[in-house]
């Protein structure tokens, strides 16, 4: 069955260094995958979405490659502030075009 | 522009009672879902609707969870009776169809947090 796997254990770093956080899946090949930060008590907040033709995508201090040979993205964000600490949660658009099924998340935690 | 809305925001019910949680999505939005995310997992789908049809509810444990939307707008989930592993924040999403979920995401509520004891 379609898994997602996401590091559960959280990332710390320093204040101006670049988070890269993965995203694995297996047994399943989407056309779309997208990222959504989760801070607590919230829902989940759309971020980011790459294409299976794309290799990588940029939005302001964000970048997402997409490896579908790997079946693996990778979710960057430089600059890393203390306000970018929160849940980072991929999503991979369900079996035959069904919605969207989530990782576990990656909890991220910068340092000032 | 609103946007989604969930209430109540908090719950706490002893195992065997029923619990009805509600949503209003975003205006003109024709898709809504109820997702379930358990402590430290990712949010699950139980249920998408289609303006008030049901496209696909293979999650829902039917036994106990109900969902409906009947004048395709707001939605209620159900669960009766709860169990103690139905606590979890229960989360509702909307977007304007499928396909723009997959290309622009999914909005979601700030969920409810319901805790069975």
């Known amino acids: 069955s379609q898994k997602i796997e996401q590091n559960s254990e959280a990332l710390n770093i320093q204040e101006g260094k670049t988070a890269t956080l993965t995203c694995n899946y297996t047994?399943?090949?989407?056309?779309?995958l997208q990222w959504y930060r989760q801070d607590p008590g919230r829902g989940p907040v759309f971020l980011l979405l790459?294409?299976?033709?794309?290799k990588e995508k940029r939005k302001e201090r964000l970048k997402v490659t997409f490896d579908t040979t790997l079946k693996q993205s990778l979710f960057h964000i430089t600059a890393s502030q203390p306000a970018d600490s929160a849940t980072y949660l991929c999503?991979?658009?369900?079996?035959?075009?069904?919605?969207?099924?989530f990782g576990s998340g990656t909890r991220l935690q910068v340092q000032p | 522009e609103a946007g989604v809305a969930q209430s109540p925001r908090y719950k706490i019910i002893e195992k065997r009672q029923s619990v009805a949680f509600w949503c209003n999505p975003i205006?003109?939005?024709?898709?809504l879902y109820w997702y379930q995310q358990i402590l430290g997992q990712g949010p699950k789908l139980l249920i998408q609707?289609?303006?008030?049809?049901?496209?696909?509810d293979s999650q829902l444990p039917k036994d106990r969870f109900s969902a409906e939307r009947l004048k395709g707008v707001d939605s209620t989930l159900k669960i009766q009776p709860a169990k103690l592993e139905d606590s979890a924040v229960y989360l509702c999403?909307?977007?304007?169809?499928?396909?723009?979920?997959?290309?622009?995401?999914?909005?979601f509520g700030q969920g409810t947090r319901l805790t069975v004891v």
């Open positions: 047994n399943y090949s989407p056309a779309y």
């Open positions: 205006s003109g939005h024709a898709t």
């Open positions: 609707f289609q303006n008030n049809g049901v496209v696909d």
């Open positions: 999503a991979l658009e369900g079996t035959g075009r069904r919605a969207l099924t």
């Open positions: 999403a909307s977007s304007l169809d499928p396909v723009d979920a997959l290309l622009t995401g999914a909005f």
């Open positions: 790459i294409r299976e033709n794309e």
